[in-house]
């Protein structure tokens, strides 16, 4: 039975890229997908390209690119990834640009375009998942970008491209579409669709399922974490999957880490909502087969749904930060009467803040007042809030970074931070309101 | 004895919600799991920290079960003051929850 090698080359916008050289190598691979959109970036990156009509796309794209696709055109292998952002179209001229200053002046680079919807959701009044309405936002939003599926990609392969380049596609579907392309599964052979989705799930965040996210020294150790390498999924005609990795690449490939990573970021795991299909991963099976490869099988599906999940951007408020560490005896109290005088000086000068945080990282900042008390040796004070203006957010971090000259004994390594935050709320929009298509960079 | 004596676990987060799996190291606690990490206790555990519904979903196929904690992100990733705005540290917690210990030879 014919059998697809895809490897996973980034799980996020700023991940390594050696293990994405070792796998363009040493992988044996037919396609190398770069997964690299978090929920905020498609946001960020639009609001990059109305300042520079020529940008909005990853700032590794070109250093990516520059790093494997000599190496993919040597050994045949096709690039997949949604590195285009809020602009798809600039990032794949760019990739051409560069294909042809490293010698590959007929390397064919695909844009997949269609899934900014944000004309056609300003025109509705949908809902939010925050409980707010789009019209509430009003001139506040940034973006709006629709997750769009796997057929666009198999598309652009059908069409001959060896870089198909996306904005916001299902992270799934980066590795769906492959499959679609090369095994010729139909859009309405749903168990198959949920099979290629389970495929996509587990190698969408690349080192999470070969050991990255998982070590807990003397309960789950995993070797030589410094190198870790990037899975390979071999995926057979029939949907069943091995996850391995290059041999003597750093991490390991369990039943383990397999597992940990299939219910990674799912709710039901018989309802994960995807734009082809609803797959179900209530029957999969995790089989360890030999070191380092894990066999993968009983992923279903049933029918997609006809809505796209969309993410709307939107500026949201400002956030003031201010951090200052104490240690030694006694430094929970000098770290507690800290937080105490900025909360009351906050309030005397008039900051208005509709949200703040005020803790001691090392004591309960992760886990607030569900934290085990147990006193450190040093801790790091630290205050958040939100407001209205960048003034009043700047005004925060001040008032901790005050604390040298006019707060407790001893502390030290004052740090402060204001920034604008665009925040990303979700809504579901009909797939007809996104328009895929496929065009090919000069 | 402590959950994490017998399980694994992993936090993943979408907008404002969290889910936090877990996973037995060995297939025969599962039961045993499954009997004692209820949603009572889980959502007592994070009272202080997620204001929404707890959900739990039972996947025997992979002797696991996946906690959904809504309105658990303070606002969710792109907009909360948290310094973890991920959530990724709550596998932590949940982990150290207390449990009883298995009945002999009562694993499976």
Redesign the interface.
Known sequence: MRTIRLGAGAGYSGDRIEPAIELAEKGALDYLVFECLA??TIALAQQARLKDPASGFDPLLAARMRAVLPICARNGVKVVTNMGAANPAAAARATRTLAREVGLANLRVAAVTGDDVLAQLRASDAAL??GGRISTLGNRIVSANAYIGAKPIADALAAGADVVITGRAADPALFLGPLIHEFGWAMDDWTMLGKGTVVGHLLECAGQITGG??A?PG??DIPDLARLGFPIGEVREDGQLVVTKVAGSGGSVTS?TV???????????KLYYQPDVVAD??????EEIGPDRVRVT?GAGAPKTGLLKTSVGYV??F?GEGQISYAGPNAVARGKLALEIVRERLALTGVRAS???Y?L?GVD??????S?ARDPYEVRV?V???TETLEEAARIGNEVETLYTNGPAGGGGAWKSARE??????TLTPEGAARPSVSFAD | MKL?EIA???T??????S?I?V?A?DEADYAHMRAHVTVERVAA?????ARGKV?R?E?P??A?L?F?IEDALA?????S????AHG???SS?LL?LDLPAPTEGAGA
């Open positions: 929920e905020r998942d925050n996210y998982f807990d309960v789950k383990r597992k940990e990573q299939l219910l990674y970021e799912i709710h039901d795991p991963f209530s029957q999969v099976r995790v009983g949201d408020s956030i949200e703040t945080r803790e990282i900042s992760l886990h607030g007042a569900a085990i630290r958040a809030g939100r935050i665009v925040a990303v709320a979700s | 994490r694994h676990s992993r993943g987060d979408k907008g404002n919600i889910n799996s996973i190291f555990l994070f009272a202080p920290i959900t979903y996947m196929n992979v696991a996946n959904v606002g969710g990733v792109t907009r003051l948290a310094q973890d990724k540290s709550l917690l150290d």
